[in-house]
């Protein structure tokens, strides 16, 4: 979590922002942009992410379950969700830590007024879930 703060996210994104979006370095600068958003405007993902959860009241919940996100869900609880996310990536919960970062965004996909942002956000998950099962299969470099 520190190489970004450390070299900074520009570095990273001259590295990897290239890549395939199914690919080691795609997902991790997918995670990495994910962080950087949530820090730089945590409270409108706050906003988006809990607006996802009540439109999705009526569904089974994986995705809020998933993402891990302690509720009332405000900017705090989302920043320390991304937080553990990215940790889990570099232990070794590859597939976890895409995933859960899918059903993150996933949700603010659903919370999101803005029909753009909302396709952008669920292709963004897409990638992220895509990435995850390629690693799963063992396709992921």
């Not at 409108?44 to 996100?69: F, K």
């Not at 570099?90 to 597939?95: E, L, P, S």
Request: glycine residues 10%; charged residues 25%; contains cysteine.
């Amino acid at each position: 979590m520190e190489l970004a703060d450390d070299i900074g996210l520009e570095v990273i994104a001259e590295m990897w922002s290239a890549a395939p979006a199914v690919s080691a370095p795609g997902a991790l600068w997918r995670l990495y942009a994910l962080r950087e958003w949530i820090l730089t405007a945590p409270r409108e993902l706050a906003d988006m992410y809990s607006a996802g959860q009540r439109r999705m009241r009526d569904g089974l919940g994986v995705d809020e379950i998933l993402a891990g996100v302690e509720l009332p869900a405000g900017p705090d609880e989302v920043a320390r969700a991304i937080d553990e996310i990215l940790a889990g990536a570099f232990r070794g919960d590859v597939v976890i830590a895409l995933l859960r970062a899918a059903a993150f965004i996933g949700m603010c996909a659903e919370g999101t007024e803005d029909t753009e942002t909302a396709t952008r956000l669920r292709q963004f998950a897409k990638d992220l879930k895509d990435a995850a099962i390629s690693h799963r299969h063992g396709g992921l470099n």
